[in-house]
């Protein structure tokens, strides 16, 4: 007669067995959350020479992996929220910040077609072939 046993968060699972359960479309397998435990990002353990792990540490890991937004470093506004009406605008902002956007736009636009190579300003040198012309073979 067979055990019937239910699995939960802190059920003992073989590495593969846990990337099914935990990622049921397939895209982690038991060799991934291998490579996440050698970069100390997933708890295991090692049982008769076999890895472990429990569904919580694989939503631990989870954690550990996500990745965060990152914060404007100047302005006044939130990330995601800018004002609509040019009224609701700070006053106080520096014109410099406008000077150097429309800067860095200039700097980073692509040409529109190449430039013409320069010519050359400076006369060829002949002292190199008159050198030449005045070395003797042996």
């Not at 060829?124 to 008159?130: E, I, L, Y």
Request: aromatic share 4%; hydrophobic share 35%.
């Amino acid at each position: 007669m067979m055990n019937a046993f239910s699995i939960t968060d802190d059920t003992p699972l073989r590495l593969n067995r846990a990337a099914a359960l935990a990622f049921p479309d397939g895209s982690i397998t038991g060799d991934t959350l291998r490579r996440e435990a050698a970069k100390g990002r997933l708890d295991v353990e090692r049982i008769g020479g076999k890895f472990f792990t429990i569904l919580a540490a694989i939503r631990e890991m989870r954690q550990r992996c996500r990745v965060v937004k990152k914060a404007r470093d100047s302005g006044y506004a939130p990330p995601d929220v800018m004002p609509e009406e040019p009224s609701l605008i700070p006053q106080d902002i520096s014109s410099s910040i406008e000077v150097f956007n429309t800067a860095l736009d200039s700097a980073l636009a692509k040409p529109t077609k190449p430039s013409a190579h320069s010519l050359n300003s400076s006369p060829t040198s002949t002292k190199s072939k008159q050198r030449r012309k005045s070395v003797i073979p042996a």
